[in-house]
């Protein structure tokens, strides 16, 4: 996040919000809310580089999360990996495209407790329409609780 | 589901319910509540065979698991099939002990639109501690929608 501004942080480039189109941008400007997958995981921009093909994200894993033993079940943890990842594909995308996750892979590193987790997403290559994303979650003391790879298929939004 | 009975079905062993203990058949017998993950996803028993570690559950995928394009965000399937397999796993654990899920890998094959999903999930191999577990979820049309697999581990409960 910005801090002087309030505003989520953007990479150097050269364009401006206002420049980019997309469903992610439309969120981040507000003329969007945000899906109801991510507004169920407390979903919040923090920071993007869409030049990086990079983003900060983080969610309010909330007590309705939590398995038997209390700690978050790790499928609700693979839902925050999927919409930290999609989302770094997503913002570098234009506008009438998405990139539905083909697959994902996570790995549970430590339980996580209800609370904020932060996610950071990267795009590791984008090719035309194949991509091959990464992330990870971090938990309040800033330790991974879990990391995650993915694979993404860029595609016309069909309605 | 036992249509006779009206309760989850179980498998031909000679166990009853009644002899079975651990969270799983607590919340089989009504004994407890299902876990809030668990409730979340709209979770339901269907059918149990411990002897063959096999289980199916159904799910309620709500809209406030779509995502931008109005399908099931892949997360939530993964989500799913978490709380399809590792109940498969649980429900042949003694009192005491929990198996959470080391690793998933899920693989999406088709938009699943919201509504009535079934999970199926299975014990592939159980060792003394480490468990390969497989599933997978259809939609309202009897169609895979996507499938997994997961490591778990079974350690005792520690609260």
């Known amino acids: 996040?910005?801090?002087?501004?309030?505003?989520?942080?953007?990479?150097?480039?050269?364009?401006?919000?206002a420049?980019?189109?997309?469903?992610?941008?439309?969120?981040?400007?507000g003329r969007l809310p945000p899906s109801p997958a991510a507004a169920t995981l407390g979903w919040q921009l923090v920071a993007v580089d869409p030049e990086q093909g990079t983003i900060e994200v983080?969610?309010?894993?909330?007590?309705?999360f939590?398995?038997?033993?209390?700690?978050?079940q790790g499928g609700f943890l693979a839902a925050m990996?999927?919409?930290?990842?999609?989302?770094?594909?997503?913002?570098?995308?234009p506008a009438g495209q998405f990139a539905p996750t083909l697959d994902l892979q996570v790995q549970f590193l430590r339980?996580?407790?209800?609370g904020r987790l932060v996610g950071r997403g990267r795009v590791v290559r984008r090719g035309r329409e194949v991509c091959f994303l990464a992330g990870e979650l971090t938990g309040p003391d800033?330790?991974?609780?879990?990391?995650?790879?993915?694979t993404a298929y860029i595609q016309p939004i069909r309605r």
């Open 58 to 64: 983080a969610f309010e894993a909330g007590e309705q």
């Open 111 to 114: 339980p996580a407790r209800p």
């Open 19 to 29: 420049d980019r189109r997309g469903p992610i941008w439309d969120m981040i400007t």
């Open 66 to 72: 939590t398995n038997p033993v209390g700690v978050v």
């Open 81 to 93: 990996l999927d919409d930290t990842m999609g989302p770094a594909l997503v913002l570098t995308l």
């Open 142 to 150: 800033g330790r991974l609780v879990a990391t995650a790879t993915a």
């Open 1 to 17: 996040m910005d801090t002087h501004t309030g505003r989520p942080a953007t990479g150097t480039g050269t364009d401006t919000d």
